[in-house]
């Protein structure tokens, strides 16, 4: 399958600073990416849809201005979260779909924990 | 909407066979996918299923009935790595292909 590259894999930070996780595609080119968070024994939530050159797609209830995603390439996205608090600390997990002719596959990150102090 | 549904836990015994069910309900199906994911670890692709029938790869199999909403995962001779939660996700064209994930069904598997 597809490889997709994501880090750190895990990040402790104090409260009020701001943490980047970055996702890469590395065999294949990814329009499009999504970014996901998960607490324990709880499913996958999709925080956004990431599009290559274009603003993100937020959510309900996802707030854009503290999960800053920027895409600027086939290869790239970012989740930045900003001025993060305790009840951020989380698992974060990126995918990136791989579309080949009939073939159309999300591929996960290996993600990223979260621990806010 | 979506509507995901898969039993939340299960235990089974090493070399046996064990299956894992899902129904889902949605406006514009366009593939259902099954994933394992380790404590942990982010989900790894197993299988997928866009027709009707059953796909077979190796020790796991996935079958679909797109006309009762349903799909199971079969897997066979039970390993111990096999302990891990298996996500059902369905994928709707009417909601830009994006995949919704199921709650997990977290496997035991005991010797």
């Known amino acids: 399958g597809a490889v997709v590259s994501q880090h750190p894999s895990w990040v402790i930070c104090k409260s009020g600073t701001s943490v980047k996780i970055e996702c890469r595609s590395l065999d294949f080119q990814a329009t499009t990416m999504f970014w996901y968070r998960q607490f324990p024994k709880q499913s996958l939530m999709l925080m956004a849809t990431s599009n290559e050159g274009s603003k993100a797609t937020y959510e309900q209830g996802v707030e854009k201005d503290k999960f800053l995603i920027n895409h600027a390439s086939l290869t790239l996205s970012t989740l930045t979260v900003t001025s993060a608090h305790p009840e951020d600390s989380s698992f974060y997990i990126c995918?990136?779909?791989?579309?080949?002719?009939?073939?159309?596959?999300?591929?996960f990150g290996a993600g990223t924990r979260l621990s806010v102090l | 909407g979506q509507n995901i549904d898969q039993p939340t836990e299960m235990t089974a015994t090493e070399g046996a066979i064990v299956q894992i069910n899902c129904t889902y309900q949605?406006?514009?199906?366009?593939?259902l996918f099954w994933y394992q994911q380790h404590a942990g670890e982010a989900p790894t692709f197993l299988s997928y299923?866009?027709?009707?029938g059953l796909e077979e790869k190796g020790r796991f199999s996935s079958f679909l009935s797109r006309s009762k909403g349903y799909s199971y995962l079969l897997l066979k001779e039970l390993q111990m790595k096999d302990s891990a939660s298996y996500l059902c996700a369905v994928r709707d064209r009417n909601a830009g292909n994006m995949l919704t994930f199921g709650g997990g069904t977290r496997l035991m598997v005991k010797p």
């Open positions: 949605t406006s514009g199906f366009n593939g």
């Open positions: 299923n866009v027709l009707d």
């Open positions: 995918s990136a779909r791989v579309v080949a002719g009939a073939e159309n596959i999300q591929y």
